[in-house]
Every structure is written in structure tokens, then in C-alpha cells.
């Protein structure tokens, strides 16, 4: 699994559609899309978790002993992905866990791909803001075509 955003792109196909996952429910959406996309293109899908060492002004934040961010990480990603591979047998679905910067990591993912799908708001602060930070920065930076996935609203 490749561990750092470059050695991500080269893991890429030109058929791959490309989706971020965060373990929120707006990438639970974004990710069931991409599949279906995948699908109706006959592409592959690869989603793509990227982690980063917790940050903070000043004095460095103490973490637990048994900290393992990247098995946290598969933890959240393994079953979404045996979920996909059962309701879509046909499917070539790959996960990647990263260390990095999530637009960073989903650009360089993006100059071998097909189409990039990032959902409309994440984990981060400001959730009910439309476009966050990192479906700006792919927005603006990839190689491919993105696709901001915002699910849409229950009729009235």
C-alpha cells in the first residue's frame, strides 16, 4: 500500500476513478457514487484515505503509546471497501491509506485518473460550508476532471 501521495500516483491507472474517504457520512455518499460511476464506465475505483500527525501551536501534543494512525486509518477503510466489493462483484475496487495532506494526496492521485470525486464537506470545521479546503485545493490543482459530490436534498 503506498505510503506517501507520490508513490500514490504511480498506483493510478487511466481508467481509475479516484474518490477521498474520511469516514464521514457526506464521503459514505461520494464514495457509493464514484462506484456506480466506475461501474458505468468500466473503470476501476481507488479510494483514497490520507492521515496526518496530529498538529498544534506550540508545545507538541502528547499521543498515546499504542498511537498507530495507519491502522486507524485501514480500520475505517476495510469494511467500506468489503461493503463495495460485495454489493459491486464486478468492480476492480483498490484502498490506499496515505500520510499527508488529503488535497495534496488527491491531486498527485489525480495525474493518472480518470475522474476525481470528493464529497461536497468533510470532517473538518465549518462542515456546512459547501466546498471545504480540500475539495477547493483538488477543485482548482487536479489533472483530471473533479466531481464534487453533494447529496442531494429529500423532496419536500
Same mark, same amino acid.
Given at each position: ?18 474518490? &477521498? ?12 457514487w ?8 468500466d ?73 476525481l ?10 462542515? &456546512? ?28
Amino acid at each position: 500500500m503506498p505510503s506517501d501521495p507520490q508513490d500514490l500516483a504511480s498506483h493510478i491507472t487511466e481508467d481509475a476513478v479516484v474518490v &477521498g474517504y474520511d469516514g464521514s457520512p457526506a464521503s459514505d455518499d461520494a464514495v457509493r457514487w464514484a462506484a456506480a460511476q466506475a461501474t458505468r464506465t468500466d473503470g476501476r475505483l481507488d479510494l483514497v484515505t490520507v492521515w496526518e500527525y496530529p498538529t498544534s501551536w506550540g508545545n507538541s501534543l502528547p499521543l498515546p503509546s499504542d498511537y498507530d494512525p495507519v491502522h486507524d486509518a485501514e480500520a475505517m477503510l476495510d469494511p467500506v471497501m468489503a461493503q463495495l466489493r460485495a454489493d459491486n462483484p464486478s468492480l476492480e475496487i483498490h484502498g490506499h491509506v496515505v500520510e499527508g495532506h488529503a488535497g495534496e494526496a488527491l491531486v498527485a492521485a489525480s495525474q493518472h485518473a480518470s475522474l476525481l470525486v470528493v464529497a461536497s464537506r468533510g470532517h473538518r470545521a465549518l462542515a &456546512g460550508v459547501v466546498l471545504g479546503s480540500v475539495g477547493l485545493h483538488c477543485v482548482t490543482m487536479a489533472a483530471c476532471p473533479v466531481v464534487v459530490y453533494r447529496h442531494p436534498k429529500a423532496a419536500h
